[in-house]
């Protein structure tokens, strides 16, 4: 096992494995929670198969363990090849895997049974929380000693993107989790509100998006031989990323009394956000252009590509809902959680597949077992997504209307019945896509066929040189 350990990418390739079976897990406790909003008596009142349990435990295993796992492990494996050089401690990898996963474990074992914190986000317990931390910081070290011997001068912006993000999220999580005070793990008052969704919206914007832009800037130019369009760009999206994003998370508390200067500064910090998503978004495409069939033509690069056009829509509905005139309708309701999905799986979600299913291969040495289990993983996820979200918006315009017309919840609840059923036929979808993924994960370990050593040897360099040449 020690030896296995020591193998290179060898933590890589456990980050994404365990990925990919989170994704299945998330996803089935996604389903529990879904059949309990259709039929509410389904369960029998069986405490711990509740909507108030199951929804904690899907919503960390897909944030925690799916999407942030995989991003982790394409992060871990792209850096050194960026930088023509081997990860620093394989061993230090292992180890933040193991508490990282303990703490996403953790999840499934004990919310069940209502031992969790009740803020959103931030259920995992003290000591989980601890061993979150121990592996974000691990992982910086293990990061920032790869760099410090790297044989590459040049930092490419994926790199700037993998260890910001672990480093931003290093001072945020503490913070949102109220860590100084174990005790309770919360204050007393809006204060806490307001610490909260400073961090809460943060985990999307400064470990999620920075993680996943970094492997859209990997795989883009990779699969289609381009060289990235401007390293200029790519660096002011980088800083106006942090200059607009880390104020934001007060636009989910403007229906609370939270002072004046602080609604303003997150509406327009909201708003403002617009800059670096189109200044990412132009860069990438730019670097495609004339190459979208190649693009569109490749498993991973599919996946990408997709989840780049998410990440569009997604940051074209956050700043419109973070105005107060439109929070009025949309606030409180399914509005919100089909936003929520497209950002974590549809933006984050999309391109952390697309980036496992690029280096997969080049993690483990073998090719994929099956390019079009790849194409109906991306199928089943597109047509479960796309579903979602448009019958989680029209539920929440029929909340809001009614709300805003005088009709009370137990009224308007009947005429949402229909619509917790459709979701939860589309989670099926998801869900097939997650065991589909899963299994072809597995059966590429087992029966992939041997990449070419020279083909091995090669694929690094390439990636270096693509964000080498600017316009």
């Known amino acids: 096992?020690?030896?296995?350990?020591?193998?290179?990418?060898?933590?890589?390739?456990?980050?994404?494995?365990?990925?990919?079976?989170?994704?299945?897990?998330?996803?089935?406790?996604?389903?529990?929670?879904?059949?309990?909003?259709?039929?509410?008596?389904?369960?029998?009142?069986?405490?711990?198969?509740?909507?108030?349990?199951?929804?904690?435990?899907?919503?960390?295993?897909?944030?925690?363990?799916?999407?942030?796992?995989?991003?982790?492990?394409?992060?871990?494996?792209?850096?050194?090849?960026?930088?023509?050089?081997?990860?620093?401690?394989?061993?230090?990898?292992?180890?933040?895997?193991?508490?990282?996963?303990?703490?996403?474990?953790?999840?499934?074992t004990v919310f069940p049974f209502g031992l969790q914190q009740n803020r959103e986000y931030t259920e995992y317990l003290y000591p989980f929380k601890v061993l979150i931390m121990l592996a974000i910081l691990t992982l910086i070290v293990n990061l920032t000693l790869t760099i410090a011997g790297r044989k590459e001068k040049t930092l490419y912006v994926s790199v700037w993107y993998a260890v910001g993000a672990l480093i931003w999220t290093a001072g945020v999580y503490p913070i949102g989790n109220v860590m100084w005070r174990p005790q309770t793990q919360a204050l007393p008052g809006l204060v806490d509100s307001i610490l909260l969704w400073f961090y809460g919206h943060n985990m999307v914007g400064l470990l999620l998006t920075p993680l996943a832009i970094g492997i859209a800037y990997f795989v883009l130019p990779r699969v289609t031989r381009a060289p990235l369009y401007s390293h200029r760009l790519s660096l002011v999206g980088f800083w106006a990323l942090v200059a607009t994003y880390t104020q934001i998370g007060g636009h989910h508390i403007l229906q609370a009394p939270i002072p004046n200067w602080l609604r303003t500064v997150t509406v327009v910090g909201s708003i403002m956000m617009i800059l670096p998503v189109f200044v990412v978004l132009a860069n990438l495409w730019l670097t495609t252009r004339g190459r979208g069939m190649k693009l569109w033509g490749d498993p991973a690069g599919r996946f990408v590509l997709a989840g780049t056009m998410w990440y569009l829509l997604v940051c074209l509905q956050g700043p419109l809902q973070s105005l107060p005139s439109v929070q009025a309708v949309t606030h409180f309701t399914n509005w919100v959680i089909g936003h929520s999905h497209i950002a974590v799986l549809g933006f984050a979600g999309f391109i952390a597949l697309g980036g496992m299913w690029h280096m997969l291969p080049l993690v483990c040495g073998r090719k994929l077992y099956s390019a079009r289990l790849v194409n109906l993983q991306f199928g089943?996820?597109?047509?479960?997504?796309?579903?979602?979200?448009?019958?989680?918006?029209?539920?929440?315009?029929?909340?809001?209307?009614?709300?805003?017309?005088?009709?009370?919840?137990?009224?308007?609840?009947?005429?949402?019945?229909?619509?917790?059923?459709?979701?939860?036929?589309?989670?099926?979808?998801?869900?097939?896509?997650?065991?589909?993924?899963?299994?072809?994960?597995?059966?590429?370990?087992?029966?992939?066929?041997?990449?070419?050593?020279?083909?091995?040897?090669?694929?690094?360099?390439?990636?270096?040189?693509?964000?080498?040449?600017?316009?």
């Open 1 to 108: 096992m020690l030896k296995f350990a020591s193998k290179p990418q060898s933590a890589a390739l456990a980050f994404l494995v365990a990925g990919s079976a989170w994704f299945l897990i998330g996803t089935l406790y996604g389903l529990v929670a879904a059949l309990h909003l259709m039929a509410p008596e389904l369960y029998n009142n069986i405490s711990w198969l509740n909507f108030g349990r199951m929804r904690p435990i899907h919503v960390n295993t897909v944030l925690f363990g799916f999407v942030a796992t995989t991003l982790v492990g394409c992060a871990i494996y792209y850096v050194p090849a960026l930088l023509r050089t081997r990860l620093w401690s394989e061993r230090l990898g292992w180890f933040s895997w193991l508490c990282w996963n303990a703490a996403v474990l953790s999840g499934p």
């Open 380 to 471: 089943l996820l597109l047509f479960g997504l796309v579903g979602f979200f448009a019958v989680l918006t029209t539920a929440g315009l029929i909340q809001g209307h009614a709300w805003a017309t005088g009709e009370t919840v137990y009224v308007v609840l009947p005429s949402l019945n229909v619509y917790m059923a459709l979701r939860a036929m589309l989670g099926l979808f998801i869900i097939a896509g997650a065991a589909v993924g899963l299994y072809n994960v597995v059966m590429t370990l087992r029966h992939g066929e041997p990449l070419e050593p020279a083909a091995l040897e090669a694929e690094p360099l390439d990636a270096a040189r693509a964000g080498e040449v600017s316009p």
